[in-house]
């Protein structure tokens, strides 16, 4: 500890902190995750970010000695096998460490080979583990929060962790994640990456940028072809565009499905990330929850399409939810992001499916999802991290490569140019270059004003709240005190009293 503190004195403290991670001394646990005054991410005083000449380059700090098996093991923070995939799928085809990897073929649980897979477990000699929990309910964070909180005072170091959008400004805006100036990363590096990915991850009390991402997550209207001609009378996606161009529009085609017998999306949640991701302004402001109009234009819609039976009456990712991606599934279309079509769409339409489904804008630009990775400050392993992070987010190649085999949507403007040049198509979509219409749609999405670090949570209660008002089994006003009621039980130092 007297090593963290003499590199300390008199600039940074490391703020580990606990339940909330906030920023020591920050200036509004809310603030917009842009903070950068350039197209950087970060801000325009030397590109440090900051204090000026006093500034301390964050990959120095460190507090308790690590163990010896801290030192030989990169351990990594996750929700879910994504990223893993992604990592043991590609990064050993560009890493500088590629003659130092050791893998092994996964296998089913009958003992058979998975095909086209290997997983890395050492890197440079080091054992990589993984440390999972679920996203849902906060049980990811909470975890990672106790890991972070024990940081400086533990022998066994966090490497690598990974965050979403909805919650980046805990962490962004806490001294738990190295600058990515002082992993070595450089501006030049990360011009190909769409801005809002850098915004998302960059402090707004200090303008750093302090996580990258492989992916971006523009989403779009995905819809049954058949069901197109069938209602429609075409299928192709600039012509159903302009049965969906606004939502007006969108509520008279709805009409139109229903007299076919067919509903225009599955459920309660289908289109609220099209709204959540346009509002004005975030969910928290200084401790104050507000519901913002666009928040409020999903219930007032989405209540109109339950009574006039527009949609199934599904909860997002239930059973009857994902059935209705069947080729007969009797729903017209979802609102997916770039990464629901390989993850979800795919699996849940199967073979029939394939092809029997198309792409066109929707309503409204918007974004949903999408990984974030992280170097954790006093991580005892880290040329391993800054070239995973390097390889996974930076590399061209890579990320054409993850691209082309996955369906990902890569975050490199200049990869996706070149695989719509060179002729890329979805199988799933029917053979259309779905890329064209996301990388236009990538472009539109501003998250500067409309990020907080409880959006997670406020997002998941208020959709969860709002379902017996749309069912019926309660009025409004029932639903908006079970929100503020589920709101305040996990976040009990937010202020709900203006919400209605």
Request: with cysteine; net charge negative; proline share 2%.
């Amino acid at each position: 500890m007297a090593k963290l503190k003499r590199i300390l004195a008199g600039a940074l403290s490391l703020c580990m902190v606990g339940t909330v991670l906030t920023s020591c001394g920050s200036k509004d646990d809310s603030s917009s995750g842009s903070g950068s005054t350039n197209n950087s991410g970060t801000s325009n005083n030397g590109g440090n970010g900051g204090n000026g000449g006093d500034r301390v380059n964050t990959a120095q700090l460190h507090g308790a000695e690590s163990s010896q098996e801290s030192k030989d093991t990169i351990r990594i923070y996750c929700w879910n096998t994504e990223f893993k995939n992604r990592f043991d799928d590609f990064y050993s085809k560009y890493t500088k460490f590629n003659k130092e990897m050791g893998t092994y073929t996964p296998v089913n649980d009958k003992g058979e080979k998975l095909p086209d897979r290997q997983e890395i477990v050492t890197l440079n000699g080091k054992k990589v583990e993984w440390i999972q929990n679920t996203n849902e309910g906060n049980v990811y964070q909470t975890k990672l929060d106790d890991a972070l909180k024990d940081q400086k005072d533990s022998d066994n170091k966090v490497d690598l962790f990974l965050i979403e959008a909805d919650y980046a400004l805990k962490y962004i805006n806490g001294d738990v994640a190295i600058s990515v100036q002082d992993l070595g990363i450089t501006e030049d590096e990360m011009s190909e990456m769409y801005q809002y990915t850098k915004d998302v991850a960059t402090d707004s009390n200090t303008g750093e940028l302090k996580g990258l991402t492989w992916q971006a997550a523009p989403g779009a209207f995905i819809y049954n072809r058949e069901y197109a001609k069938q209602v429609l009378g075409t299928d192709d996606p600039a012509e159903v565009q302009e049965y969906v161009k606004d939502w007006a529009t969108f509520k008279e085609t709805a009409a139109k499905m229903k007299e076919a017998g067919i509903f225009m999306v599955s459920g309660y949640d289908d289109a609220y990330r099209t709204f959540s991701a346009n509002a004005a302004a975030p969910w928290v402001t200084d401790k104050k929850v507000t519901i913002d109009p666009q928040i409020a234009d999903w219930v007032k819609m989405t209540k109109e399409y339950t009574d006039e039976g527009y949609n199934n009456k599904t909860s997002l990712w239930d059973d009857a939810w994902k059935n209705g991606m069947k080729v007969d599934g009797k729903v017209f279309g979802y609102f997916l992001s770039t990464w629901g079509i390989p993850f979800t769409l795919a699996p849940n339409t199967g073979d029939e499916g394939t092809g029997k489904w198309a792409a066109c804008e929707g309503p409204q630009a918007y974004f949903w999802g999408g990984t974030w990775i992280c170097a954790a400050i006093d991580t005892d392993n880290l040329e391993e991290v800054t070239d995973i992070m390097r390889v996974m987010t930076c590399n061209k190649d890579c990320l054409k490569d993850i691209t082309t085999v996955e369906q990902d949507y890569t975050n490199n403007k200049a990869g996706i140019k070149e695989l719509i040049d060179g002729g890329y198509n979805s199988e799933v979509l029917g053979g259309q270059d779905h890329l064209s219409l996301l990388s236009a749609q990538a472009e539109k999405i501003d998250l500067s004003k409309n990020l907080s670090p409880y959006d997670q949570g406020c997002n998941e209660k208020f959709q969860g709240a709002m379902k017996a008002y749309f069912d019926g089994t309660s009025t409004y006003e029932e639903a908006i005190e079970a929100f503020k009621n589920d709101l305040t039980a996990l976040y009990a130092d937010l202020d709900v009293s203006g919400v209605k």
